[in-house]
């Protein structure tokens, strides 16, 4: 540690000391973990009615109160959480959406970076950027999807993530695109249906339709948001989209499926869609979009997790291009959100 203060004092002297920013980032793997042990403990539920001592917190948590407070400590030093007075700690707006249900909350989000789905095959990105494989299967060996039916409790956090990160993004890529137009939609490979209810809501002339494996569709009914007013509009169908994507409907949505792949499996589940998609409608892809150059984007750091976890790929809007062509597809337009990702439509040839 005093390495790292006399460093830091070089920096305001010494014209080639490495700048705060690199020492931030190379920190920013501990304030991760922070976040995501304080996510898994519910500690920002704990707070949702006003601050407390951490003896309090940590007494309903039943940890360590001195752990507990330099956890704090440190996450409230870089804008999460905040230090009210000595050892009492409460909510702020970012610690805010760390609670369990209110909207937009990342919770289940930090508790997928905290899990062993996540959390292990990044400590072997070196893998990964050696081979080009998914640093994942050289410690589990298998496929993502085999490994997260075989380990349920991992699956449950993994769908919990994959729920908030489609309500956060539902109505901002239901009002910017006009589903409206092709009558009725199907989601496939939708999960909860909970991007199905955005686009739904958004378009209340629309007929909808779930498709997933069954065991996704029986979490579906469980969840409830095709239920209540949107059920006379919505239906589920199973489907597994490397053998067949059932017919029915104009328009065909998939919301971050295609980047879990591969170019050659994702060309098998693109064929499958233009033999359901009818000559008349269109297959929605939502994907992130990839900014040119040195410009930030979601979409470049969620290609690492791909390369890592999946070993799938974000892809340009050429490369998405020429996968479509290779299916039947003419990509026609890209439509962008606010939230990084696009609407790629794309039309039967």
């Known amino acids: 540690m005093e390495a790292r203060a006399n460093a830091s004092v070089a920096t305001n002297v010494a014209p080639d000391a490495p700048p705060r920013e690199l020492w931030q980032m ?65 909510n702020n707006r970012l610690s805010h959406f760390l609670r369990t249900d209110v909207p937009g909350s990342m919770r289940a989000r930090f508790v997928f970076g905290w899990s062993e789905f996540t959390y292990g095959p990044f400590g072997e990105i070196v893998y990964s950027i050696e081979t080009g494989q998914p640093a994942r299967a050289k410690l589990y060996g298998e496929g993502p999807f085999e490994y997260l039916r075989e380990h349920p409790e991992q699956a449950r956090i993994f769908d919990d993530a994959m729920t908030a990160m489609s309500a956060a993004v539902g109505p901002a890529v239901a009002a910017a695109y006009d589903f409206g137009r092709w ?108 900014a040119e150059g040195n410009d930030p984007s979601p979409g470049k750091i969620v290609d690492v997790a791909m390369l890592v976890l999946t070993g799938g790929k974000e892809r340009t809007t050429d490369e998405y291009r020429e996968l479509l062509a290779c299916a039947g597809f003419r990509l026609n337009r890209a439509v962008p959100t606010p939230t990084g990702m696009n609407v790629i439509e794309a039309l039967p040839e």
Request: proline share 3%; glycine share 8%; net charge positive.
């Open 26 to 90: 190379a920190d920013a793997f501990i304030v991760n973990r922070c976040l995501c042990a304080l996510a898994k403990l519910g500690v920002a539920d704990s707070l949702a009615l006003g601050a407390k001592s951490v003896a309090e917190i940590a007494a309903a948590l039943k940890v360590s109160e001195s752990a507990l407070c330099r956890v704090l400590r440190a996450a409230a030093s870089v804008g999460v959480f905040e230090e009210t007075g000595s050892r009492v700690f409460g």
């Open 183 to 290: 009558d009725s939609v199907m989601d496939v490979g939708g999960g909860n249906g909970i991007l199905l209810a955005s686009i739904l809501k958004a378009h209340p002339k629309l007929r909808g339709v779930l498709a997933d494996v069954p065991h996704v569709l029986e979490r579906a009914r469980e969840r409830g948001f095709l239920s209540g007013e949107l059920q006379a509009r919505a239906s589920m169908q199973p489907c597994d989209f490397f053998r067949e994507i059932p017919s029915g409907c104009r328009a065909y949505v998939m919301k971050s499926v295609i980047h879990d792949w591969d170019d050659e499996k994702a060309k098998k589940i693109l064929s499958n869609c233009r033999r359901a998609v009818p000559k008349d409608g269109a297959l929605l892809l939502v994907e992130f979009g990839l």
